[in-house]
């Protein structure tokens, strides 16, 4: 068979699964290109571990197909589909050593002669030296490696990762990362990641879905959808966001002017996701890293240009890169700014009156139809 470089396309179009009256997955379309290091991320419960079974044949769609490259893959049970899993839980043959491991699907394929492959395979992925070891004797990080090792031997068209680093601690989390993403690199073939982790999907992916309830809210590159959230769950749900609930004033030359606490600011159009009309209602937000703090004292010199909000310090907490500050307004309660370390003012105290202000360019507006609080995690959602 004459193989494109779509061979390893993953095409989902309308598929959708329920459960009697409950629905998972609400029907998606959605192509992730061959060779793309894709995440799907999201809370726990909004269906993204359901659509990865699916793609690996571990679940029946209640409607729609999937086509992996031009094939129908629909209907096939997943050992005849050109996929591997890797879960959260590596499932390795304990009393097998590192080596057979990686070998087993070779062998069950009554492959003789596997020694050049599997010793490819574990140099890839760095535990050349530890071939002859036991996977207990290995740290959670290496385990997880035999396992990406294990099913890239058997040359899938798809990687499919099932939150695969979830049991590793911080930082070794974060080494993971870049391994993953340079081993995906490395082999090319396309690479679908499940994570309810903002900060490691946005490290990995090239492109990334979040899903809430069932539903693609937002496709797009990290960056682009950190900077341009179209609704209030992806801007909640990636890093932090500061919503200001505002009423459109006027429009002029490409930007919007809105008035919020009693004062008023400036939004580009072209950064709106709503279609705001002169006088609705819109939600104007800004990223806490965006902002500049300044002691009330200052303030007659900050440039006219700048979108600018007074407030009192209620809250600072020191973390080292930046200090986090929680500042009371008229036009947001608990308004969030991060500010690098680097001239601190000793001034900028909790009951310090202050001055927020940022270029109007880094602000976006969002439908004020949507609730406000959707995507933020709350500290119970977190242990659970």
């Known amino acids: ?44 419960g909004c269906g993204k571990t359901t659509t990865l079974r699916m ?3 571990l679940e029946e769609p209640s409607s729609g197909t999937v086509h992996l490259g031009d094939q129908d893959v629909t209907h096939l049970p997943p050992y005849k589909r ?17 080596f057979e491991n990686v070998a087993f699907g070779l062998r069950r394929r009554g492959i003789k002669s596997v020694k050049k492959q599997v010793d490819e395979m574990l140099e890839l992925v760095q535990l050349g030296e530890q071939a002859r070891k036991k996977p207990h ?35 070794l989390r974060r080494q993971m990362q870049l391994e ?20 490691e999907a946005m490290t990995m992916a090239d492109t990334v879905a979040v899903m809430n309830a069932g539903r693609v809210e937002q496709l797009g590159s990290p960056t682009d959808l950190y900077e341009n ?8 749900f990636l890093g932090t966001s500061n919503l200001i609930e505002a009423e459109v004033d006027s429009k002029t030359g490409g930007e919007i002017v809105v008035r919020a606490g009693g004062g008023k600011l400036l939004l580009p159009e072209a950064r709106c996701s709503a279609s705001t009309t002169t006088g609705g209602k819109v939600l104007v937000g800004v990223r806490p890293e965006k902002i500049s703090l300044a002691h009330a004292d200052d303030a ?35 308004f969030e700014v991060y500010a690098q370390n680097i001239d601190r003012d000793p001034r900028l105290v909790p ?28 500290v119970e959602e977190e242990a659970a």
């Open 1 to 44: 068979m004459m193989t494109t470089d779509s061979s390893g396309d993953v095409r989902l179009s309308g598929i959708g699964k329920t459960y009697g009256s409950f629905t998972a997955v609400h029907p998606l379309d959605l192509t992730v290109p061959q060779g793309s290091f894709f995440a799907l991320l999201g809370a726990s």
């Open 55 to 57: 793609i690996a044949g």
């Open 82 to 98: 050109p996929v591997n899993t890797v879960f959260q839980s590596y499932a390795l043959f304990p009393h097998l050593d590192i």
């Open 137 to 171: 004797q290995l740290s959670g990080g290496q385990q997880q490696r035999v396992a990406v090792a294990r099913a890239l031997i058997n040359h899938p068209k798809v990687l499919l990762l099932d939150e695969p680093l979830g049991a590793l601690d911080l930082k």
């Open 180 to 199: 993953l993403k340079r081993i995906q690199t490395e082999v090319g073939i396309t690479f679908i990641h499940v994570t309810h982790d903002q900060e």
């Open 229 to 236: 959230p179209q609704t209030t769950f992806v801007a909640n």
């Open 300 to 334: 007659g010199e900050i440039s006219e240009a700048r979108n600018r909000i007074t407030g009192k310090i209620v809250d600072s907490s020191f973390i080292g890169v930046s200090t986090q500050y929680v500042v009371d307004s008229p036009a947001c309660p608990g």
């Open 351 to 378: 009951g310090a009156e202050v001055v927020l202000h940022w270029s109007p360019a880094h602000t976006f507006g969002l439908d004020a139809a949507q609730d406000i609080d959707a995507g933020v995690e709350t």
